[in-house]
């Protein structure tokens, strides 16, 4: 048996989560395995032991120490939605939807989705890498030590190949975990919006010409379409989807955001790895999600930031034995925060779920909604070293003290991601 390398000790609470290695769900959420006086071994950035610490100690004497002081260890936080490449912020547009501008109207405006795009193909690559690194590693220093990060403001064939390169370097460069994911279907460009055929052309050219070099090059685990009445329609997203999985990339959807479309239960219909948003799904869609392998990924920070005063039916969801995820959904537009353990919050106080539903959506079906179950989200024998460290004594206060940054170390594979060699301000 391999010795311990390093020992995680002086932890007032190890929340380890442990337990099956996939999606958890309805009832299965109510327990995030909190464990006191316990200790965590790791040999070559795998957990090899969660026991008394004592015990631990005195098997592995060798092994250099990390002192929890007394904070609460979780497994490292796993943000599962983020759309964190992009250019300039838009903070304008809080201040006009406040005052009742319109979407549209804001648009006209010069804002908008579109804004981030033509802002995006206006910027140099590694432009793009460094306003990400710095995203990326604010993330970090929240905790967050998986991050899913889509393509989506380029929408040419190289803008969006450009955009996974920017996430492909990123991953290399950062001590962070980076999932990425291909959304050349985000929004139907400008420059595609005159007519039906040239529509049309756009979604050809997503899969006829963007995709086959995706799929080639291997640069995306997932592809997601927008599925939104005003977006893409159902048949659209369909035809992209089937395309991308025949391909072989995985699948994903923002999916009945504002308005039901049928959108969950075509996720559920394509065997789609997750279905995001969902704050408008219907008593089908939840029933289709529940009898489904798919996460449902649940974007409390959106709603909240657009001010829209509802959120998914977190509860029915659950109580229909749907799995559930938490994301941050991190944008430029509708959830511009880096804040993992708020969205947490917004989990216990918007979505009436307990701290272990939130614990467990933010790790073990984080991880399940990037088809990472097997080997991240746990702190269990076998689980890569993914740890956050937080400055409370009680898992409880991780949702409580809100907006607060109470996370002391995170790490990777049980290299150190936050304190970074970055500043973190
Ligand atoms: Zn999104």
């Given at each position: 048996?391999?010795?311990?390398?390093?020992l995680f000790?002086n932890?007032a609470?190890?929340?380890?989560?442990?337990?099956a290695?996939?999606?958890?769900?309805?009832s299965?959420?109510?327990?995030a395995?909190?464990?006191?006086g316990?200790?965590?071994?790791v040999h070559?950035?795998?957990?090899?032991?969660?026991?008394?610490?004592?015990?631990?100690?005195?098997?592995y004497?060798?092994?250099?120490?990390v002192?929890?002081?007394g904070g609460?260890?979780?497994?490292?936080?796993?943000?599962?939605?983020t759309?964190?490449?992009?250019g300039?912020a838009?903070y304008?547009?809080?201040?006009?939807?406040?005052?009742?501008v319109?979407?549209m109207?804001?648009?006209?405006r010069g804002?908008g989705i579109?804004?981030s795009?033509r802002?995006?193909?206006?910027?140099?690559d590694?432009?793009?890498?460094e306003?990400a690194?710095?995203r990326?590693?604010r993330m970090?220093s929240?905790g967050?030590?998986?991050v899913?990060?889509?393509?989506?403001y380029?929408l040419?064939?190289?803008d969006?190949?450009?955009m996974?390169?920017?996430i492909a370097?990123?991953?290399r460069?950062?001590?962070?975990?980076?999932?990425?994911?291909?959304l050349?279907?985000?929004?139907i460009?400008?420059?595609?919006r005159a007519?039906?055929?040239?529509r049309?052309a756009?979604i050809a050219?997503?899969?006829?010409?963007?995709?086959p070099?995706?799929?080639?090059?291997?640069?995306?685990r997932?592809?997601?379409?927008?599925c939104e009445p005003?977006?893409?329609?159902?048949?659209e997203?369909?035809?992209?989807l089937?395309?991308?999985?025949a391909?072989?990339?995985?699948?994903?959807l923002h999916?009945?955001?504002l308005?039901?479309s049928?959108a969950?239960?075509?996720?559920?219909e394509l065997?789609?790895?997750?279905?995001?948003h969902?704050?408008?799904?219907?008593?089908?869609?939840?029933?289709?999600l529940?009898?489904?392998?798919?996460?449902?990924?649940?974007?409390?920070g959106?709603?909240?930031?657009l001010?829209?005063?509802?959120?998914?039916p977190?509860?029915a969801?659950?109580?229909?034995?749907?799995?559930?995820?938490?994301?941050?959904?991190?944008?430029?537009?509708t959830?511009?925060?880096?804040?993992l353990p708020?969205?947490?919050t917004l989990?216990?106080s918007e979505?009436?779920l307990?701290?272990a539903?939130?614990?467990?959506a933010a790790?073990?079906?984080g991880?399940?909604?990037?088809?990472?179950a097997?080997?991240?989200?746990?702190?269990?024998?076998?689980?890569?070293?993914d740890?956050?460290?937080?400055?409370?004594?009680?898992v409880r206060?991780?949702p409580y003290?809100?907006?607060?940054?109470r996370c002391?170390?995170s790490?990777?594979?049980?290299?150190?991601?936050?304190?970074y060699?970055?500043?973190v301000?």
């Amino acid at each position: 048996m391999s010795a311990a390398d390093l020992l995680f000790v002086n932890a007032a609470q190890v929340v380890t989560c442990a337990g099956a290695a996939r999606a958890r769900r309805g009832s299965e959420m109510r327990d995030a395995g909190i464990r006191r006086g316990a200790a965590v071994a790791v040999h070559a950035g795998v957990v090899l032991a969660v026991d008394a610490q004592e015990g631990l100690e005195h098997r592995y004497p060798d092994a250099a120490r990390v002192d929890c002081a007394g904070g609460v260890l979780t497994p490292g936080l796993v943000d599962s939605h983020t759309h964190a490449i992009f250019g300039r912020a838009r903070y304008e547009e809080q201040e006009l939807r406040a005052t009742g501008v319109p979407y549209m109207e804001i648009a006209r405006r010069g804002g908008g989705i579109h804004a981030s795009v033509r802002d995006l193909r206006s910027r140099g690559d590694d432009e793009l890498v460094e306003l990400a690194r710095r995203r990326l590693v604010r993330m970090a220093s929240y905790g967050t030590t998986t991050v899913e990060v889509k393509s989506g403001y380029g929408l040419t064939v190289a803008d969006e190949l450009r955009m996974l390169r920017v996430i492909a370097r990123l991953e290399r460069e950062l001590p962070l975990r980076l999932i990425p994911t291909w959304l050349g279907a985000h929004e139907i460009p400008v420059e595609f919006r005159a007519t039906p055929a040239a529509r049309e052309a756009y979604i050809a050219m997503l899969i006829d010409d963007m995709l086959p070099i995706i799929a080639r090059d291997g640069l995306a685990r997932f592809a997601d379409v927008f599925c939104e009445p005003g977006v893409f329609t159902l048949d659209e997203t369909r035809r992209i989807l089937m395309a991308a999985r025949a391909a072989g990339l995985a699948l994903k959807l923002h999916a009945d955001e504002l308005e039901s479309s049928g959108a969950a239960q075509l996720a559920a219909e394509l065997g789609a790895t997750s279905a995001d948003h969902l704050a408008a799904i219907s008593e089908p869609g939840i029933r289709a999600l529940a009898l489904s392998d798919t996460v449902a990924t649940l974007l409390p920070g959106t709603m909240l930031f657009l001010g829209k005063g509802r959120q998914a039916p977190a509860r029915a969801l659950l109580d229909a034995g749907a799995a559930i995820a938490l994301a941050s959904d991190f944008n430029p537009g509708t959830s511009p925060t880096v804040n993992l353990p708020l969205i947490l919050t917004l989990g216990v106080s918007e979505l009436h779920l307990s701290v272990a539903e939130c614990v467990l959506a933010a790790t073990v079906n984080g991880a399940a909604a990037l088809g990472l179950a097997q080997r991240v989200g746990q702190i269990a024998p076998g689980f890569a070293a993914d740890l956050a460290l937080f400055d409370i004594e009680d898992v409880r206060e991780l949702p409580y003290w809100y907006g607060d940054r109470r996370c002391m170390g995170s790490w990777v594979s049980g290299k150190p991601c936050h304190p970074y060699d970055l500043p973190v301000s």
